[in-house]
């Protein structure tokens, strides 16, 4: 790749003098926890006062400091705590720019956070954050919102005032200089505030829970004034007083709505994982050089001394210090990422990041396939495991949430199961049997029953769900044997008449708990192969058969038997089971006591089974195995993989070689090295858990993430992802829309995951106060009752006074109108006054199609021309439509 050129000069010096630090930042305890905030105001450095926290000002800069315990997160709540010396604190710097800001403000910002970075060791994270457009990192600082005030506005009386409310998680409220129709968009909530009365206008395409936490705001910030609601469109049904007043400082006459969909940008490949990576070389000027790499990986990241530049295609820029790379790199790697924003004409607004090798932020280690990070808490190191192999801690599991939710285990797997096999469009019931053959070409569906070990309410409460509708997809499942399977299995979930989960799972990546009901012995053959055991336990049959299995897993909850052939290689960390005409369990040197036992118990299913370890065959052992099995082979003694220089992105201890992949003992053999690798093996490393709120807009599915997440942050009215590297769990809250879509929810939030990972990857659906324990631990602390006292936006609209309005067949759901599609398609248009539709062809806005100008009319003008909605416009014969358009110049 040839060498990016800067034309500007952006080389700081080679040595840095001592930087002096402000007395204000002097103040901050270098080995806390702490949350910071401080305000640039021109050439005033001032810390903001805690009640303050969360209110910026458009025209100041503003640099926010949080430190937590590794794992944990920091927010404006935040008590300062001194630690140990020895205890390692993640560090955060963001400096935040307003709307409004001054360059003389964004000079002194940017000097100011060199004075903090190194007064604290140059080991933070620094975020370049703009109006608008922040991480989401520094929204998790402030859950209750934030408010951006208007610097213009300082010593300008109280009222009027125009604020913009919206986001769907963290409202943001932005207070307007200006009082005009151009700040109003359908997708936001505006609120005008005068001396008499609050207007609360509702956009059509904002979210229930925008308009909730909307409404909260106004209340909260009406100091005992009278609220009015009034609807985007509807504004005529305001009473002639209050439109009078509306009037007096928005004439109607000008009203000028834009649509949601011009918005969609804004989200736009917002978990794009498909970026560039530079290596930054000082030559005089600074060049990139681009790494010709495919999936990035953390090995591209090789030079310790060196800086690198992750370009996420104008969503984010991330620089990336290596730790013996001079301190001149470090402080320079934001404006070097500046200049690259500048030189690719990227919005201003691109996010820009510096991070530190070995300081390096959860959201940018996901950016890299193989970068797996380990869980940090000591709760979470448990394991359910008595000293007796194979006995669950069925107790702990329904008393500890968080040992269910660390493990995935729900129960011990002794419950009830019922299992379909589906073929085609044939669905037939698998009679029960202690052996489990599934076949590859096939689908399977399990109604599972959990047992809870325990009859406490309490703990009854805890488990939260009595049965588990598990489907299976074989990899050589027909599109026809999946799309029935996947029929019958969301039938079964939506018949269910007591709590229950929903899991949707594929070949290679079955969860603890799925393996755990087959008790580490569920048996995988080829298609054409499995016929031989698929009618139950009939070992005449199978005896009469040849074939080998490889034994993945050490435990009950992380075991199979999958068949494998032809073998080019076999390593000394694997089991295998071979059926001749005798059952042979073969076991490599470097094998565990655990592993050889679950061998040994698949074996012992087959039939009577002699224990073989490497090494020690006999000569009748090599003789039966020949058409498998053959010495050489064996890759023996030393333990070591036959292909140990592509294990770096593997989590298991060793290696399986099978001609095709280079993965650990317990990894599925058709997984590549790009991908992530689910061990099932609840001890291994994993990605961080994350929860994204999502939602549909315009046929896509849009998420935003939820950093240091709490039960609190789930709301009823709402549809969240909670990944935990295992499971992709959908959780419904009970008045929330698309509850049908589930499954195409968590689909599509998969291929486009932030980090890379097959679109195979396990799919969990639950449902508000039915969450399972293996879902719950995953929060802090779980209350059962949280939620049920829920308001809905309805609900708090009645208490202000004002009903939703209702017109033709327009009624009220959750969240916002309830619009037939005729209706919905008028709402999704741009509205403009009647005088501007009313103008000749060559002088209509570019959106317009000048025959269906009729639809960019609000609902209220509409009424006011037509004398009818435009639902009963539209049941009009063609021609009489065509007549009344004519009539009010609008063809």
């Known amino acids: 790749m040839p060498p990016f050129n800067f034309i500007k000069q952006e080389v700081r010096p080679n040595t840095i003098p001592d930087l002096k630090v402000d007395a204000t930042f002097r103040k901050v305890a270098k080995n806390s926890i702490t949350f910071a905030l401080w305000k640039i105001d021109e050439d005033r450095l001032e810390a ?247 999936m990035p990986a953390k090995d591209d990241l090789s030079d ?77 190191s448990h394991k359910p495991v008595s000293t007796k192999l194979g006995k669950l801690d069925a107790h702990s599991l329904c008393e500890r949430p968080k040992m269910a939710a660390d493990t995935q285990l729900v129960d011990d797997g002794r419950g009830e199961r019922v299992l379909f096999r589906i073929l085609g469009d044939q669905v037939q019931e698998v009679a029960a049997s202690k052996t489990v053959v599934f076949t590859t070409n096939a689908s399977y ?58 899991v949707q799972l594929y070949e290679f990546d079955e969860p603890p708990h799925f393996l755990q009901i087959f008790e580490g012995k569920l048996i995988i053959m080829r298609g054409q192969r499995g016929e031989i055991l698929s009618n139950g336990n009939t070992k005449g049959s199978a005896m009469s058969e040849t074939f080998l299995l490889k034994v993945y897993g050490d435990a009950t909850y992380n075991s199979k038997a999958v068949e494998e052939t032809p073998l080019s290689s076999i390593s000394s960390k694997d089991c295998y089971v071979i059926k001749t005409n005798h059952v042979w369990v073969w076991c490599g040197q470097s ?22 370890l490497e090494g020690k065959e006999t000569k009748e052992f090599w003789q039966s195995v020949a058409m498998y099995f053959n010495q050489t082979l064996v890759i023996n003694g030393n333990g070591n993989s036959c292909s140990s220089s592509t294990s770096s992105s593997s989590s298991g201890a060793g290696s399986m070689c099978n001609g095709s992949s280079s993965n650990s003992g317990n990894i599925s053999p058709t997984l590549s090295n790009n991908c992530y690798l689910n061990t099932s093996v609840p001890s291994k490393p994993r990605p961080p858990v994350q929860l994204f709120l999502v939602w549909w ?39 929330g829309p698309n509850q049908e879509r589930y499954t195409a929810i968590a689909q599509s939030y998969v291929q486009n995951a932030p980090f890379g990972r097959r679109s195979a990857t396990a799919l969990a ?10 879902f719950k631990g995953f929060f802090e602390s779980w209350q059962n009752d949280y939620g049920k006292n829920f308001m809905s936006y309805e609900a708090m609209r009645k208490e202000l006074g004002t009903a939703v309005p209702t017109t033709g067949n327009i009624t009220n759901n959750g969240s916002a109108l309830l619009l037939n599609n005729r209706q919905k398609d008028f709402d999704g248009h741009k509205k403009y006054p009647l005088m501007v539709l009313t103008q000749e062809m060559d002088m209509l806005p570019s959106e317009i199609n000048p025959l269906k100008r009729e639809v960019h009319l609000t609902h209220d003008d509409f009424v006011s021309v037509f004398k009818m909605s435009f639902y009963e416009f539209d049941e009009l014969p063609k021609w009489k439509k065509m007549e009344l358009k004519k009539q009010f110049k609008l063809f």
């Open 48 to 294: 903001v006062n805690r009640t303050q926290y969360g209110t910026f000002y458009d025209n100041c800069a503003y640099i926010v400091y949080a430190a937590s315990l590794a794992g944990h997160y920091a927010n404006h709540e935040t008590i300062t705590r001194e630690q140990k010396p020895n205890v390692t604190l993640e560090r955060y710097i963001h400096y935040w720019l307003g709307g409004n800001v001054s360059e003389q403000n964004r000079s002194n910002v940017v000097h100011k956070i060199q004075e903090l970075d190194s007064y604290l060791g140059n080991v933070a994270s620094i975020y370049r954050e703009t109006q608008s457009h922040e991480s989401a990192r520094f929204l998790s600082y402030f859950k209750k919102g934030y408010d951006i005030r208007s610097g213009s506005l300082i010593t300008a009386p109280l009222r009027p005032r125009l604020y913009q409310l919206h986001s769907r998680k963290w409202l943001r409220s932005i207070e307007h200089a200006t009082i005009d129709w151009s700040h109003f968009n359908s997708d936001y909530i505006m609120v005008l505030q005068t001396d008499s009365l609050i207007f609360v206008w509702i956009g059509r395409s904002s979210s229930g829970i925008e308009r909730r936490s909307a409404l909260a705001w106004v209340q909260k910030h009406s100091n005992g004034s009278p609220i009015t609601v009034v609807d985007d469109g509807y504004e005529q049904a305001m009473s002639p007083e209050n439109k009078d007043l509306w009037n007096s400082l928005l004439p109607l006459k000008k009203r000028m709505v834009c649509q949601a969909s011009q918005l969609v940008s804004e989200y736009t490949d917002y978990n794009s994982n498909k970026f560039r990576i530079y290596k930054c070389n000082q030559r005089g000027r600074l060049h990139l050089d681009q790494l010709d790499v495919g």
């Open 765 to 774: 659906v639950v449902r508000q106060f039915q969450e399972p324990n293996v």
């Open 304 to 380: 310790a001394h060196g800086v690198y530049l992750l370009d996420n295609y104008g969503q984010s820029v991330w620089l990336w210090v290596g730790a013996q790379a001079p301190q001149a790199d470090a402080l320079s790697a934001m404006g070097n990422g500046r200049a690259f924003v500048k030189k690719k004409k990227y919005p201003d607004n691109t996010l820009v990041v510096r991070v530190l090798e070995g300081h390096e932020p959860v959201e940018f280690k996901r950016l890299f396939a193989n970068w797996l990070n380990v869980w940090h808490e000591n709760s979470r």
């Open 445 to 502: 569906v399990v109604k599972y029953t959990v047992q809870c070990a325990t009859v406490i309410p309490a703990d009854l409460a805890s488990v939260g769900i009595k049965s588990i509708i598990y489907q299976w997809n074989g990899s050589e499942a027909s599109s026809e044997s999946i799309a029935r399977a996947d029929k019958f299995a969301r039938a079964s979930f939506e018949a269910l008449k007591e709590p229950g989960m929903f």
């Open 591 to 612: 094998s565990t006591g655990d592993a050889r036992e679950m061998a040994k118990s698949v074996g012992g299913m087959l039939g009577e089974s002699s224990l073989v």
């Open 697 to 735: 807009q315009q046929s896509a599915l849009r998420y935003e993430e939820i950093l240091g997440f709490e039960q609190q942050d789930l709301s009823a009215d709402c549809t969240y992802i909670l990944d935990t590297g295992t499971l992709t769990y959908v959780w419904l809250g009970s008045q």
